[in-house]
């Protein structure tokens, strides 16, 4: 199989559907999968529901598509899909972020030795180098590269998240709450959220758990 990739983990499976494959493709190996799995496990006698976590890559599947899936694993009573998940933020979200009235927007490239503050919300499409930081009172919402620090609620706002790709960073910081990137094992995507929990450490993960890691957040912008 070219386009469907399965990895197994606790309690279910990931499956990956490679972005440049075509959708109908992806659907007859997503078939024939479900079909293998399903007899195999009914060999073994195991009726236990499993869970597909579907990770789409940089693709955004369609409202038709995600049905289309979610219709084909009905056929297996003994699967079920937790979640599809993209490597995306789509346009409608980035124009969310930016419709908010304290959201600015900026095109810096910080450079190493720069510090940069903007007050409020940032929607930062620009790029930070290794050695710079990037730093907001708000909540910070990345599209751009991000080689060096960045720091949202500066200095004492934990209710601020960062949202994007930190997978080059080399530190987050949010409030005085700090995690050093640079060894981190921790995987991020253009969605990651990250986040001060209810324990007030730094904590991660995805805008499809915004509604639940920031109702209020959640509520304002509608949902991403």
Same mark, same amino acid.
């Given at each position: 199989?070219?386009?469907?990739?399965?990895?197994?983990? $606790?309690?279910?499976? @990931?499956?990956?559907?490679?972005?440049?494959?075509?959708?109908?493709?992806?659907?007859?190996?997503? %078939?024939?999968?479900?079909?293998?799995?399903?007899?195999?496990?009914?060999?073994?006698?195991? !009726?236990? /529901?499993?869970?597909?976590?579907?990770?789409? *890559?940089n693709?955004?599947?369609?409202? +038709?598509?995600? @049905? @289309?899936? @979610?219709?084909?694993?009905?056929?297996?009573? $003994?699967?079920?899909v937790?979640? #599809? *998940?993209?490597?995306?933020?789509?346009?409608?979200?980035?124009?969310?972020w930016k419709?908010?009235?304290?959201?600015?927007?900026?095109?810096?490239?910080? =450079?190493?030795?720069?510090e940069?503050? /903007?007050? %409020?919300?940032?929607?930062?499409?620009?790029?930070?180098? +290794?050695?710079? /930081?990037? =730093?907001a009172?708000?909540?910070?919402?990345?599209?751009?590269? #991000? !080689?060096?620090?960045?720091?949202?609620?500066?200095?004492? +706002?934990? *209710?601020?998240?960062?949202? %994007?790709?930190?997978?080059?960073?080399?530190?987050?910081? #949010?409030?005085?709450?700090?995690? /050093?990137?640079?060894?981190?094992?921790?995987?991020?995507?253009? +969605?990651?959220?990250?986040?001060?929990?209810?324990?007030?450490?730094?904590?991660?993960?995805?805008?499809? !758990?915004?509604?639940?890691?920031?109702?209020k957040?959640?509520?304002?912008?509608? *949902?991403?």
């Amino acid at each position: 199989m070219h386009n469907v990739v399965l990895k197994g983990h $606790q309690g279910g499976y @990931q499956l990956t559907l490679k972005q440049n494959g075509a959708f109908t493709a992806i659907i007859g190996e997503l %078939g024939e999968l479900f079909a293998k799995l399903s007899r195999e496990r009914s060999g073994q006698g195991d !009726e236990q /529901i499993v869970g597909f976590k579907i990770n789409t *890559e940089n693709r955004l599947l369609t409202d +038709r598509e995600k @049905q @289309q899936i @979610q219709e084909l694993i009905e056929q297996y009573p $003994q699967f079920r899909v937790e979640k #599809i *998940e993209s490597g995306v933020m789509t346009k409608a979200a980035a124009k969310a972020w930016k419709e908010q009235d304290s959201v600015h927007i900026s095109r810096l490239v910080i =450079r190493s030795g720069q510090e940069i503050q /903007i007050d %409020g919300d940032v929607l930062f499409i620009g790029t930070v180098h +290794r050695g710079g /930081i990037l =730093r907001a009172t708000g909540s910070v919402y990345l599209v751009g590269k #991000i !080689e060096g620090v960045v720091q949202a609620g500066f200095p004492d +706002r934990e *209710e601020a998240i960062v949202v %994007g790709d930190l997978s080059q960073a080399i530190q987050v910081r #949010i409030a005085d709450n700090i995690d /050093i990137l640079a060894d981190s094992d921790q995987t991020f995507t253009p +969605r990651s959220v990250t986040y001060i929990n209810d324990l007030h450490m730094l904590d991660y993960g995805n805008l499809d !758990e915004l509604k639940a890691i920031r109702p209020k957040l959640y509520n304002k912008i509608g *949902e991403a």
